[in-house]
């Protein structure tokens, strides 16, 4: 069937039945890149205060492990505990919110249920020697070099950090290097994310277009619903 009689959005019911096939989209790739990208925004602050934390937290436990009568066990200090759970939950909490903003809501009980159709060998094979997954492994293949180019042109404050015969005595300097790699990855990233997850929601939309036929065969099955006919009628008995 041409994709030219599919003329006709998909219902909410149709779009539920491909969620629960497997068949949509994921927001995996963005959802990590925000995290990554809420991470590196937050690491200087996090650096100033945990890195020095940390610092003197080891010389206090290097300090009692050699100290005669004095327990070897040294508590994590507030100072390096509270700016990293504030820094994994900030990054966390990012990645959660895109997962809500381009999937939806997608955490249901009944969308875990298993289902036979997910672990069909035939359509499993059918999708591994398809016309679809040699575009999706040619599209991969170019982000992954285009990734691989800016990772190149990128790596230059990090290559001269390591080649340099000076000796690194600012703890800064290397932070500062790890960002200027980082970021301009972080922008990579994110556009080939972005570039990926909206042409599986444009090839998405396509698929689950619907003919007119399909459109009147999804509303006879909507009037035949059970759950759909008792919510009328408590409608109608509101009135």
């Given amino acids: 069937m041409s994709d030219a009689e599919r003329s006709i959005p998909a219902t909410p019911r149709r779009r539920e039945a491909a969620r629960q096939q497997g068949a949509a989209p994921s927001a995996a790739l963005p959802a990590f890149v925000a995290t990554a990208a809420v991470a590196l925004l937050l690491m200087p602050g996090w650096s100033r205060t945990a890195v ?10 290097i300090t009692a492990a050699f100290a005669r009568g ?8 507030t100072r390096l505990v509270a700016p990293t759970a504030g820094l994994v939950l900030a ?10 903003l381009l999937d939806g809501s997608s955490w249901r009980l009944a969308r875990a ?6 672990v069909d060998p035939l359509a ?9 997954t040699a575009r999706a492994v040619l599209w ?32 800064e300097r290397p932070l500062a290097a790890l960002r200027s790699t980082l970021v301009p990855l972080i922008i990579a990233a994110a556009a080939i994310a972005a570039a990926q997850w909206g042409l599986s929601r444009a090839a ?29 009628q408590r409608r ?3 009135r």
């Fill in 204 to 232: 998405f939309e396509r698929r689950l277009r619907m003919t007119p036929e399909e459109m009147r065969e999804e509303m006879r099955g909507l009037e035949a619903d059970p759950k759909i006919r008792s919510e009328r």
């Fill in 91 to 100: 990054a966390a909490a990012a990645g959660v919110a895109v997962r809500f």
């Fill in 124 to 132: 499993a094979c059918r999708r591994i020697f398809s016309a679809a």
């Fill in 113 to 118: 249920a298993p289902r036979w159709q997910r």
């Fill in 70 to 77: 004095a327990e070897s066990a040294v508590p994590l200090p």
């Fill in 52 to 61: 020095p934390a940390a610092a003197t937290w080891m010389r206090a436990g």
């Fill in 140 to 171: 991969n293949a170019a982000c992954l070099a285009a990734f691989a180019v800016a990772a190149g042109l990128a790596a230059g404050p990090i290559v001269g950090l390591v080649g340099s015969a000076e000796p690194v005595l600012d703890a």
């Fill in 236 to 238: 109608s008995a509101r």
